[in-house]
């Protein structure tokens, strides 16, 4: 199986990078492939309608929409900037389709320099899937206090986030297998109801 994990922070060296490494490390013994986008680096061009177009600034992703449709399960991680998610991992959703996302699972990991985290959460899951139809585990995961969080190895230094973190991966893992038939029958039959009702 393959993980997709999106850093969605537009900051160089952020601490939802180091958040992503972190999940990544943990994540390999239940995923053979692990892939680390990190949106800073991918500096994608804002939502406009050429992405339908197939004009050329689209072309860089392009090639990440069809890395995406080899994946089997993905996280999506946002550092809370004003009580929201970032403007680049809101973009990331509004590019991505069904054929890249739709009935496959994904966990929304928020990341906070200090106490809160929630209201991201709450963001993704009201908008995040509307036309992707991406499917957001139940549980979700918070970074609190990240910068003092990890030490130079990606050790975690709360034992209850660590051992969190492992469940949750495991669980994302258990969706991947049980949504894989699901994506695969009904990503072109849903295709009519790509905006819902």
């Given at each position: 199986?393959?993980?997709?994990?999106?850093s969605?922070?537009?900051?160089?060296?952020s601490?939802?990078?180091?958040?992503?490494?972190?999940?990544?490390?943990?994540?390999?013994?239940?995923?053979?492939?692990?892939?680390?986008?990190?949106?800073?680096?991918?500096?994608?061009?804002?939502?406009?309608?050429?992405?339908w177009?197939?004009?050329?600034?689209?072309?860089?992703?392009?090639?990440?929409?069809?890395?995406?449709?080899?994946?089997?399960?993905?996280?999506f991680?946002?550092?809370?900037?004003?009580?929201?998610?970032t403007?680049?991992?809101?973009?990331?959703?509004m590019l991505?389709?069904a054929?890249?996302?739709?009935?496959?699972?994904?966990?929304?990991?928020?990341v906070?320099?200090?106490?809160?985290?929630?209201?991201?959460?709450?963001?993704?899951?009201?908008?995040?899937?509307?036309?992707?139809?991406?499917?957001?585990?139940?549980?979700?995961?918070?970074?609190?206090?990240?910068g003092?969080?990890?030490?130079?190895?990606?050790?975690?230094?709360?034992?209850?986030?660590?051992?969190?973190?492992?469940?949750?991966?495991?669980?994302?893992?258990?969706?991947?297998?049980?949504?894989?038939?699901?994506?695969?029958?009904?990503?072109?039959?849903?295709?009519?109801?790509h905006?819902?009702?």
């Amino acid at each position: 199986m393959k993980l997709t994990i999106i850093s969605g922070s537009q900051r160089a060296d952020s601490k939802s990078l180091t958040v992503a490494r972190y999940l990544e490390k943990k994540a390999k013994p239940l995923f053979e492939q692990t892939v680390v986008h990190d949106l800073y680096e991918l500096n994608l061009p804002f939502w406009n309608e050429g992405v339908w177009n197939d004009t050329e600034e689209w072309g860089p992703w392009r090639k990440i929409a069809e890395e995406l449709k080899s994946s089997d399960a993905f996280i999506f991680i946002t550092p809370e900037w004003h009580g929201m998610a970032t403007p680049a991992l809101k973009n990331f959703l509004m590019l991505a389709t069904a054929n890249e996302l739709a009935h496959k699972p994904a966990l929304i990991v928020s990341v906070s320099a200090s106490l809160n985290g929630v209201y991201p959460v709450s963001e993704l899951r009201m908008t995040g899937s509307k036309n992707n139809h991406v499917c957001f585990l139940p549980d979700h995961l918070i970074f609190r206090d990240v910068g003092s969080l990890f030490d130079n190895e990606l050790n975690c230094s709360n034992p209850s986030i660590d051992e969190r973190s492992q469940y949750t991966l495991a669980l994302l893992a258990a969706y991947a297998v049980a949504l894989a038939p699901v994506h695969r029958d009904m990503v072109n039959a849903g295709k009519p109801y790509h905006y819902g009702m």
